[in-house]
């Protein structure tokens, strides 16, 4: 039977001191380890979502713009004035004569 040592007792003016046990301290150590990386990894995805975030918010920007460009080329495309000096040059399209116009009741 292998022998085991002795546990040291340490007497101080009536006082006895134990030498601790290592296994609560290591885990200690472990829970606190744990709860620190837990903590360091809510911290980079939450980095990571506003890095996210921004990107997302910079693209609805992008779009906004764009849809400000194109708001500006359909008013200026469909201008009456353009559409009409289109007709004319391009189809060759002229004003209706007085008799071609007639009205339905």
């Known amino acids: 039977m292998p022998e085991t040592l002795p546990r040291t007792i340490v007497k101080i003016n009536g006082f006895s001191l134990h030498r601790p046990s290592l296994a609560p301290v290591i885990v200690a150590i472990i829970l606190v380890s744990l709860l620190s990386l837990l903590f360091v990894w809510s911290r980079l995805h939450a ?39 289109l007709a004319r040059e391009k189809l060759g399209l002229r004003p209706p004569a007085p008799g071609q116009i007639i009205r339905v009741d």
């Open 47 to 85: 980095i990571n979502l506003e890095y996210s975030l921004s990107n997302l918010e910079r693209g609805i920007r992008s779009g906004q713009q764009q849809i400000k460009q194109l708001e500006l080329e359909v008013a200026y495309l469909a201008r009456d004035e353009r559409i009409e000096r």
